[in-house]
C-alpha cells in the first residue's frame, strides 16, 4: 500500500468524519509512517501510537511524523524485519467538542408502576490527557467510538440512580423530586465518565408513566379534579371519541333522556342511586 503522506479527518470526497456522533475515530490505514503530515482540527486532539503504545498527542495543528530514536536504520533496519518498515503508526482522532448522548430505560414507582425515562446529557474530551485516557480505557470494534457506544457504558448508571429514587416514590410525586434524581444522575454518571477521560457538562432528566391511561389520569388530576371525577372525565372522553351521545351526562354526572322514551339515569361513580344501593351506571 502506498503511503499516506496527509492525514485528516476528511475522507475521499472531503467530508468531514468527526460527525456529532463520533467521540473517537481511529484512521483505518497501515501506510502510515516516518514523514506522513498530521492534521488536527481545532475542536480535535490526535493521538499517535506505534506498536500499541502511545507515542504523542497532538492538539491543532500540523505535524510530522517522525521516526522515534533507534540504532537500525536505513537498508540494515529494511533488512532486518523481513523488508518492511517496523515503524508503522496508528492515528487516533478524539473530538473535543460538547456531544449530547440520549438514553431511554425504564424504573417502578413504590407500588411497582412502570415508568419509562429519557436522558440527554452533555459530554466532552477536555484536555490531551483526558484524550489519552479514552484511548487507554475505552475500547472500540471497527474505528469508531460513538455515542451509541458510551450509552452502552454509561446506561446501567444511569439506570441504578434513576431507580433509587423512583423505587421509593409514589407514582404522583415522582415529578415532584425529578430535580433530586436529575442531581442523582449527575453526580453518579460524572464520577463514572472521568474513569473513561470524559467530562459530564449537564444532564436532562423526563420521567413519565410507561401506561397512556395513568397518564391521561395524571394529567386530568393536574386540573385539580379528585380521583373519582379524574375517571369519571377519562371515560367521558373516550365515549366522545366514539361518539357516544351521553359524554356529557357522564362527565357531570346527569342523567341521559331520549326524546319520547323513558329518562336514563347516570350516576356518577362511586354515587347513590334512589334506593340508596351503589351504582355506576352510564345511561345511553
Known amino acids: 500500500m502506498a503511503l499516506r503522506n496527509v492525514v485528516s479527518t476528511l475522507n475521499n ?3 468531514e468524519v468527526m460527525g456529532p456522533t463520533v467521540l473517537l475515530f481511529h484512521v483505518p490505514s497501515d501506510g502510515i509512517a516516518n514523514g506522513t503530515l498530521l492534521t488536527v482540527e481545532s475542536n480535535h486532539f490526535c493521538v499517535l501510537k506505534s506498536r500499541g503504545a502511545i507515542l504523542n498527542v497532538y492538539e491543532t495543528g500540523q ?10 536504520f536505513g537498508s540494515i533496519q529494511t533488512a532486518f524485519y523481513g523488508g518492511q518498515n517496523p515503524w508503522q503508526y496508528e492515528v487516533i482522532y478524539l473530538n473535543r467538542a460538547k456531544l449530547v448522548c440520549s438514553t431511554t430505560g425504564q424504573a417502578l414507582s413504590k407500588e411497582m408502576a412502570e415508568m419509562e425515562y429519557t ?28 455515542t451509541d457506544n458510551v450509552n452502552s457504558y454509561a446506561g446501567p448508571v444511569i439506570e441504578q440512580a434513576i431507580n433509587q429514587i423512583v423505587q421509593c416514590t409514589p407514582l404522583e410525586q415522582v415529578n415532584e423530586k425529578i430535580h433530586e434524581i436529575t442531581e442523582a444522575v ?10 473513561y477521560g470524559i467530562h459530564l457538562n449537564s444532564v436532562k432528566v423526563l420521567v413519565r408513566p410507561s401506561d397512556e391511561l395513568m397518564k391521561s389520569l395524571i394529567s386530568l388530576k393536574a386540573f385539580g379534579l379528585s380521583e373519582i371525577d ?3 372525565y377519562y371515560c367521558a372522553l373516550e365515549m366522545a371519541k366514539r361518539g357516544v351521545l351521553s359524554a356529557p351526562n357522564m362527565a357531570v354526572g ?8 323513558n329518562p336514563m339515569v347516570n ?10 344501593s351503589s351504582n355506576a351506571g352510564v345511561g345511553i
Do not use: C, W
Request: proline fraction near 6%.
Open 267 to 276: 350516576v356518577p361513580l362511586g354515587g347513590k342511586s334512589g334506593n340508596g
Open 63 to 72: 505535524y510530522q511524523v517522525e521516526t522515534p530514536q533507534h540504532p537500525i
Open 186 to 195: 449527575h453526580g453518579k454518571l460524572a464520577e463514572f465518565l472521568k474513569e
Open 254 to 261: 346527569e342523567g341521559f333522556n331520549i326524546s319520547g322514551g
Open 119 to 146: 436522558v440527554d446529557y452533555y459530554i466532552h474530551v477536555d484536555t490531551a490527557d483526558d484524550a489519552v485516557a479514552v484511548v487507554q480505557h475505552m475500547p472500540y470494534a471497527g474505528h469508531f467510538i460513538t
Open 13 to 15: 470526497e472531503g467530508s
Open 230 to 232: 379524574a375517571v369519571r
